[in-house]
């Protein structure tokens, strides 16, 4: 059962992670600010928050 939860947990932290990206990169602006969060978005950290 532990191991469902923490599946569950890390699919909604992805989940919260990637709405927040979306979100500051849809307030950003400057085109410049844009490109830096996409970059973070699409890092290892993140993997492929943004698509």
């Given amino acids: 059962m532990t191991s ?6 890390a699919r909604r ?9 979306e979100l500051a990169v ?3 602006s ?6 830096e969060l996409l970059t973070l978005a699409n890092s290892s950290q993140f993997g492929t928050a943004l698509r």
């Fill in 4 to 9: 469902v939860t923490s599946s569950w947990r």
């Fill in 13 to 21: 932290a992805a989940a919260r992670t990637r709405r927040a990206l």
């Fill in 26 to 28: 849809a307030r950003t």
């Fill in 30 to 35: 400057s085109p410049a600010m844009r490109d």
